[in-house]
């Protein structure tokens, strides 16, 4: 069974649990994307890095509930809300192949969607998840499609495709399960002492970056599917499909002898069925067809494992290394078993070298044994897969057809042990790791990896400069091995001037970091460019930054993107308020406002007294501090009693359910969620000579210009005379949307309510959203700004 739909988290891991752990077939799921343009509530990390996290915890899920795990090249780019606008932004012939690809690959007899294909209920990716699955439906068997792909799969057809219906957001369809196929997902599993739905919850729980921690349900709890295509079933989907080894040449024999080993098998003698498994590993060596032979080769070479108690593993002294390091290892190898097993070599795959042994593995003796080997200059870095390529805002590049589809990178060195068991010779594979201690967690494991030499990170994510004033720019070079020696320059237009033009370095040891200072001087006029830091070692030149991305509840990850920074030169024109903000559920504009020169105060834990609220020139509210900050309730009207004596009240966006309270705004104001998805969407300005379209910036047209993601979200839909709307935009073939920015005086101060997603926009360093940000603070009738 092949599950798909659009994003982590979009998947029903109760459907999923208990097809993989009731109905016991391969169950696996499909997303489209890595979930990179959503929010990251555990950390800073977003975009690229948060699909990187958000991927590991679709790994992690998969772990708990027995599936598999696949992807497609698709981006999460933002919200959408249409089909049609998804599939400009994706290469839909790209995203359908990948799709094929995995049926091909994966061979599922049933295909169930999360989404239907009905256009506008609902995220236009969960939409486009749904068309795409219904086309890859029709054409995964065609040979004549995607004939590319025919060199490492055949094509396959799917039996049928059904609908995992819902009813949880607007009740369009009545529920009526009448002609539904159902599955009671509650189901008791009195072997492993859970329910399905109580899997179910530990698996949804790995999406920590989402917040989607479930807690376990018992008892009855229905799921269902509606027929779409194929052949249809009466009360199980599985009804139609043989799940038997009937439907393989020469297999009712191997039914017969897995029901001997089953009745045989004693749970305090695991091993006794040990010879018996050997016997059935010669007979499905022996049948005809390639697939089933594979995977029921890999499922007894498991039972083999499991059985004899055996443990082998091989770890590296250090996570990273790089071209020509020598790595130290362990191999260790123990059989917890009466098995007789002799160790005979350990193979290297990838760097084709091995060492024999004959060593023998007695019951529970522990054998640990040295090694060593040097990382080829031919290896490539380990970067994930899909981002060591740069990419377009829709799709990732991946130029070789056998990585698309998975979950992560394949391990970069993998271990054959090849043992003898009772005369049989096996093969077991194993990824070289790295594990150590942690006070705290105890064993923590992580993936070797080949890295580079040397990293050069720019501090900061995007630079901005508020005026001509240079600035010092550190770079952190951090050696990748020990004794490197070289110089480091900072590439940018010759627009920018740097001081001094290069630096040269020393650093002795591995890990080591040596911080250099540019002073750096922007061009005159408005300019955005990228600063680009090179490092040269023996005519070498490498430009890779480092980062890790480390949680608890997935392996550690390291990236070595491109050590690029966006550099940004403002046209700008600001006072000097002081700013009390309140944070809500969590953005940068802080930081941002600071690098412009601002003083901000985080004052969530203030009190909000006249005397305490009043230094302050101007109070902002981050995203969602009226869905996140209960103290609202009761405060609103200290801040409102704050722009009533002359105070600049600014509201960020909210959504528009669940608000801590309704009475935020001095007059009516009705939130919505109307939201405007295409960063391009022209914007209108409606009050020209408004003070907050001229003072101190004067903002024009441009000012619009590369926006990232979106425009805004949950823009208030009804507002009573007293707002003044600023702007005006709208998604391609919709109606105006006025209420991004409102304006109402209050007494002798300001008003400002905003859904434009300067959230998004200032830490992208874009031009237009800091010079109208600043008028935004600088709205006043005092003009108390000095310039
Ligand atoms: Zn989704």
């Known amino acids: 069974m092949l599950y798909v739909a659009a994003h982590p988290d979009d998947e029903n891991t109760r459907l999923i649990t208990y097809l993989a752990n009731e109905k016991k077939v391969n169950t696996a799921y499909f997303s489209f994307t890595r979930g990179d343009g959503g929010q990251n509530l555990i950390g800073p990390e977003i975009m690229e890095e948060l699909g990187v996290i958000r991927t ?49 690959k994966f061979r599922p007899d049933i295909i169930i969607t999360r989404f239907n294909t009905a256009p506008g209920t609902t995220h236009g990716h969960h939409t486009a998840s749904a068309i795409l699955a219904e086309e890859a439906f029709d054409i995964a068997g065609d040979a004549t499609k995607y004939r590319d792909q025919l060199i490492y799969v ?92 009937n439907k393989i040449e020469g297999g009712k024999e191997i039914d017969i002898d897995i029901d001997h080993i089953l009745s045989t098998f004693d749970p305090a003698n695991p091993v006794g069925i040990l010879n018996d498994m050997f016997k059935l590993r010669h007979k499905v060596g022996n049948i ?7 995977a029921k080769l890999d499922e007894i070479d498991e039972i083999i494992y499991a059985v004899t108690g055996l443990f082998l593993e091989v770890s590296a002294e250090d996570y990273t290394a790089s071209h020509g390091d020598e790595v ?129 990170n720019i501090s900061g994510s995007v630079v901005i400069f508020a005026n001509h004033a240079s600035q010092d720019i550190f770079v952190d070079i951090k050696a990748g091995k020990n004794d490197l020696k070289g110089t480091v320059k900072l590439n940018l237009p010759n627009t920018w001037k740097m001081e001094p033009a290069v630096h040269e370095f020393e650093l002795s040891q591995k890990g080591e970091v040596a911080t250099v200072v540019f002073k750096v001087t922007p061009p005159n006029l408005q300019e955005t460019a990228i600063a680009n830091a090179v490092v040269k070692i023996d005519e070498k030149e490498f430009s890779y930054s480092y980062t890790e991305i480390s949680y608890d509840h997935f392996p550690a990850q390291l990236l070595f993107n491109s050590s690029d920074v966006k550099f940004v030169k403002l046209d700008l024109e600001k006072g000097n308020e002081q700013i009390g903000y309140i944070l809500g559920a969590g953005d940068n504009i802080p930081e ?54 002359g105070g600049n009240l600014i509201i960020q966006y909210n959504t528009s359910h669940r608000l801590v309270t309704e009475d935020f705004a001095p007059y009516p104001l009705k939130l919505s969620r109307d939201r405007i998805t295409v960063e391009e969407a022209e914007v209108k300005i409606l009050i020209k000579g408004h003070q907050l379209m001229n003072y101190p910036n004067q903002i024009t047209s441009k000012d619009f210009d590369d926006w990232v993601q979106e425009r805004g979200l949950y823009f208030p839909s009804n507002w009573s005379d007293e707002y003044e709307p600023i702007l005006s935009s709208h998604d391609p073939g919709e109606e105006p949307l006025t209420g991004g920015l409102l304006v109402a005086k209050h007494g002798k101060g300001y008003f400002i309510y905003t859904g434009y997603s300067w959230f998004r926009e200032l830490p992208a360093g874009v031009p237009g959203a800091y010079r109208i940000f600043v008028n935004m603070i600088s709205m006043s009738d005092n003009a108390r700004q000095s310039k």
């Open 56 to 104: 590991q915890e679709l790994l992690e899920a998969r772990k708990i509930d027995n599936g598999k795990q696949f992807f497609s090249r698709a981006v999460d780019f933002g919200y959408s809300k249409h089909p049609e606008e998804t599939f400009k932004i994706w290469d839909k012939d790209k995203v359908l192949g990948d799709l094929v690809w995995v049926i091909r």
């Open 154 to 245: 055949q094509p396959w057809q799917p039996k049928s495709l059904y609908w995992n219906t819902y009813w949880w957001r607007r009740s369009e369809h009545q529920k009526d399960t009448a002609n539904l196929i159902s599955y009671d997902i509650g189901k008791y599993n009195s072997l492993l002492g859970l329910s399905y739905s109580e899997i179910a919850a530990l698996s949804r729980s790995s999406h920590r970056s989402q917040g989607f921690g479930a807690t376990g349900s018992r008892g009855i709890q229905k799921e269902y599917l509606q027929y779409t295509k194929g052949q249809e079933a009466e009360k199980d989907a599985l009804e139609i499909i043989d799940l038997s080894w």
């Open 288 to 294: 005809e067809d390639d697939f089933w032979k594979q």
């Open 328 to 456: 130290e290892l362990e191999i260790e190898a123990i059989n917890r078993s009466s098995a007789d097993i002799v160790l005979k070599k350990v193979t290297f795959k990838t760097l084709g070298v091995g060492m024999t042994y004959a060593v023998n593995l007695d019951n529970n003796r522990i054998q640990k044994l040295k090694s060593k080997i040097i990382i080829p200059k031919s290896a490539s870095y380990s970067q994930p897969y899909w981002l060591k390529n740069d990419h377009g805002i829709g799709m990732f590049e991946v130029n070789d057809q056998r990585l698309i589809g998975k979950g992560e990178n394949d391990p970069a060195i993998s271990v054959d042990f090849l043992l003898n068991i009772n005369g049989e010779e096996i093969v077991f594979s194993k990824p070289l790791i790295y594990k150590r201690n942690d006070p705290v967690l105890g064993e923590v494991y992580r993936p070797f990896v080949i890295a580079p030499p040397v990293y050069a």
């Open 592 to 645: 941002n406002l600071r690098q412009i020169g601002y003083e901000v105060d985080i004052i969530n834990e203030m009190v909000f007294t006249q005397k305490n609220l009043d230094q302050y020139d101007v109070i902002i509210l981050g995203i969602r501090a009226l869905n996140t900050v209960e103290r609202l309730k009761f405060d609103m009207d200290n801040l409102l009693d704050f722009v009533h004596r």
